[in-house]
């Protein structure tokens, strides 16, 4: 390949990973005007364009000099722009190669290639990474073995144990039928699972009866699809007899705001669901509209693994006096996210954007929700292969406190 044209598209890859270019790009919540000339008052593009180039040069040539192998300079444009998400020191803003963006947008619609599980971070002195929040009912992770609390040291012969989340996730997703070995971490005991990647289909929300009047709805996280199951399920469970409601959000990971916020607006009067705040203090509210059509009494269930949408659900309800959260501090996930395709190319950035504050203006990032009634789950229910509804002690709690 020629030099200059290496360079040229190594340095336009860097670039765009960092300035953005100009005008309207798309994202997968809304769409994201920024400033015409794309930078940060004050920043020279010029300068950093010179310097960016100057030190890639440099780079390439003491590879082209000195490098044994062959070089694979896709994977090095791959490598550079993961890097200069990575130097922002934010786990949540990652850089997605073609594919990996291909798979990032089906996931949010509830389908894509994977082993069927949801993941959330480690939180831990000694790891960082990922850990396995739920394996969803009939997924291959299922099948295999792999539970609740197996953090993962290596996917696909890569070290994850200090991975961010997006990029250990990324690696789990692949090709339809495909192969990943995985080694997790349970207890002090070290685990390796060889998983099938399928197409899953995630049913986000599961409801049921758990008394005669009472319904339970569980979300497992906030996708595209999530809005239209809970309005299927609570519908049905209306038909059954459901004049109370456990919204169960244990384990959620979060997702879309929209999403989160539809489900809002079906219990809150016309009034402020969440809004965000960017770096130049510009705000964008997400307000219920519908005045509140269901106004049946309500708790909601949270725990340490609650986090980001799941968390604005909560946040809401709590600061309206619409329910009673039961449980544990949520995770504190306070800001948000926005997923750009990168102008002209197959590849994108998610990058945070804003942070995100309840109706009582408090941004819960690095906190976490404080439930109305703190109720931490029972070691017994946490060692049992088959919990039942009777070992859950926190949702007996939530039954407890609406049949008062």
């Excluded at 996730?169 to 990647?197: K, T």
């Amino acid at each position: 390949m020629d030099n200059k044209l290496f360079l040229k598209g190594l340095i336009c890859g860097v670039l765009l990973a960092v300035l953005l270019g100009g005008g309207v790009f798309f994202a997968k919540t809304l769409i994201f005007d920024r400033d015409p000339d794309g930078v940060v008052e004050g920043d020279d593009p010029k300068t950093f364009d010179e310097k960016a180039l100057k030190q890639i040069q440099l780079l390439r040539d003491s590879i082209r000099s000195s490098y044994l192998y062959e070089v694979d300079e896709q994977a090095m444009l791959d490598e550079i722009s993961r890097g200069v998400m990575k130097s922002l020191g934010d786990p949540y803003s990652v850089y997605y190669t073609a594919s990996e963006y291909e798979d990032m947008l089906n996931s949010t619609d509830g389908t894509y290639y994977g082993i069927g599980v949801s993941v959330v971070p480690v939180n831990s002195e000694k790891l960082t990474g990922a850990k396995v929040n739920k394996a969803f009912s009939g997924s291959p992770a299922e099948e295999v073995g792999l539970e609740s609390g197996d953090i993962f040291l290596k996917i696909a012969g890569t070290d994850v144990s200090k991975m961010s989340l997006s990029d250990a996730a990324a690696l789990i997703r692949g090709e339809l039928n495909s192969y990943v070995d995985i080694v997790i971490l349970r207890g002090s005991e070290e685990l390796n699972f060889h998983v099938q990647r399928r197409k899953i289909e995630i049913d986000t929300v599961i409801g049921k009866m758990v008394t005669d009047d009472i319904g339970y709805i569980y979300v497992a996280e906030f996708d595209t699809i999530t809005y239209d199951q809970f309005n299927k399920i609570f519908a049905d469970l209306k038909k059954q007899g459901m004049k109370k409601l456990v919204l169960d959000l244990r384990g959620n990971p979060g997702g879309l705001i929209r999403s989160a916020s539809d489900i809002c607006d079906k219990f809150l009067d016309e009034g402020m669901i969440v809004y965000t705040k960017d770096k130049k203090g510009r705000s964008n509210e997400y307000r219920s509209k519908t005045g509140g059509d269901e106004k049946l009494p309500m708790v909601v269930l949270v725990d340490g693994n609650s986090a980001s949408a799941s968390e604005i659900v909560a946040g809401a309800l709590q600061a309206r006096n619409r329910a009673k959260i039961i449980g544990t501090t949520t995770y504190g996930k306070g800001i948000v996210q926005q997923v750009f395709n990168l102008p002209g190319q197959k590849d994108g950035i998610k990058v945070t954007v804003s942070s995100y504050f309840t109706p009582a203006d408090v941004c819960i990032h690095g906190i976490g929700i404080k439930p109305d009634i703190e109720v931490e789950l029972s070691e017994d229910y946490k060692n049992k292969k088959d919990p039942t509804d009777e070992d859950d002690n926190q949702l007996q709690a939530a039954i407890q406190e609406l049949m008062k």
